[in-house]
């Protein structure tokens, strides 16, 4: 077995809580797409917003450190890390995750729940609760979530006439279709999650991911304009810090802080 794969398997061996045999519908439904995250996320020429959420965590996480990593289907963020020297605690359901770690009293050196891991949660007021239960007194959070408001989705589905789905997220919760399962999605606002993580954990940062670059459905028109999304790319990079343009992306990059509270 090469050490690669015996990385991955190591990683993956931690498989599902405990007692969690009977998985929500919305685990199942984004189960079923795992396979899918990376090359959207990962490969495909819009989608490196994976990248921009690693140049955060090799600045975040030290060699030794123990983290828990939530939502982890696909297990390349866990692996990362693990080729960072940080041990990785990769879980799936995040819900049924921390109830099964509250009980072992196991405390973590960070966390992270990347890539809309969080939007099936109901109460977040709750999750930050046992989160900060989870995380040692100055532990970074950090999570990566979809907007309530997407400029460039919006405008696109405006475009084409598609206006009930331009402002789906608007409401704060929307249905969307996962494979074969409709599954309710909550779109949090900055202040919002701010407000549910305080006063356990204090936000140190908020970056826009996705702010210029469009969306991951239209990988088929600017794959012929390579250009055009080096460009995109690049104001990515100079606007994503702004405040307000930071909660106008596809997503936002949250960095709290374990404190006091």
């Given amino acids: ?67 828990l990593v939530l939502n982890c289907r696909t297990k390349e963020d866990a692996l990362f890390l693990s080729l960072l020297d940080v041990s990785v605690v990769a879980r799936d359901a995040v819900e049924e995750v921390i109830h099964a770690e509250l009980r072992s009293g196991r405390t973590f050196d960070g966390a992270l729940a990347n890539f809309s891991g969080l939007h099936s949660i109901t109460n977040f007021h709750q999750t930050a609760r046992d989160l900060a239960c989870l995380v040692t007194m100055g532990a970074p959070l950090i999570i990566c979530i979809s907007t309530r408001f997407c400029l460039s989705e919006t405008v696109w589905f405006l475009v084409h006439g598609k206006y009930r789905d331009a402002f789906r997220r608007c409401s704060g919760i929307a249905t969307v279709t996962l494979g074969d399962r409709d599954v309710k999605i909550h779109y949090p606002t900055l202040r919002g999650l701010r407000k549910s993580f305080s006063p356990s954990f204090l936000m140190r940062s908020c970056t826009g991911i996705g702010v210029a670059v469009p969306p991951l459905y239209l990988e088929p028109i600017f794959r012929r304009y390579p250009r055009v999304l080096s460009l995109l790319r690049l104001i990515d990079r100079r606007v994503s810090h702004l405040p307000f343009v930071r909660t106008i992306g596809d997503h936002m990059l949250l960095y709290f802080e374990r404190v006091q509270g």
Avoid: N
């Fill in 1 to 67: 077995m090469s050490p690669l794969w015996s990385l991955l398997f190591s990683v993956s061996a931690e498989g599902p809580a405990a007692g969690s045999e009977l998985k929500r519908p919305s685990i199942v439904a984004f189960d079923s797409l795992a396979w899918r995250y990376d090359d959207l996320f990962s490969r495909s020429r819009i989608g490196t917003q994976r990248g921009a959420v690693w140049e955060v965590l090799a600045d975040t996480f030290l060699p030794g450190d123990e983290i």
